[in-house]
């Protein structure tokens, strides 16, 4: 029988998510638009522009949000550098590879921010699929279940790794198993 592994990406084989936050915080401040970081961290999985939206919407303010995520993509760019690899997982993720297990990773983030994440890290990714290419981020299953399709797997069959709440919600949502990260080293 054969089964497949699906990879949440920012906090599970990368720690960008502060970096994130930063850009975010920037572009938002520029329109005077306040962040919580708490709540922020809480919307993990959501697309950029889902994320930027809530906060504007949170304190009334009208904007072009996707100009404001592509500006943030830039910000996010100039960070790039700050951007690591979990080194646990990684191997995990690695060794599934290597052993032929069908691997995806499936993320909120966009392509060109997953692309130059994995360029800079040397990551290696099999099977890909990114917030802007769904309908719905998380907690919508749209993300883990085109990563099934993608796989040539029925949703049943494979197994999230995840560290948020919307991505654990996507998961079940999705009729998947799902597997909790959480690294106490990174998170306090």
Known sequence: MEYGFIFDYDGILINSMEIHYKANAIVLDDIGVPMDKEKYYSQAGMTGVEQIKTFCDAVGVSADYEA???RKKEIFGTMLHEVTKIE???EFYNTLIENG?????ATGCSRETLENTAEFLDIYIPVSVCGGEVDKGKPSPDLFLEAARLLD???SKCTVIEDSDAGFE????AGMACLRFFDRVQKG
């Open 101 to 105: 297990v069908k691997v995806a990773i």
């Open 153 to 155: 797997l029925e949703p």
């Open 88 to 90: 646990r997982n990684f």
């Open 170 to 173: 996507a998961a079940a949502a």
């Open 68 to 70: 404001l995520y592509s």
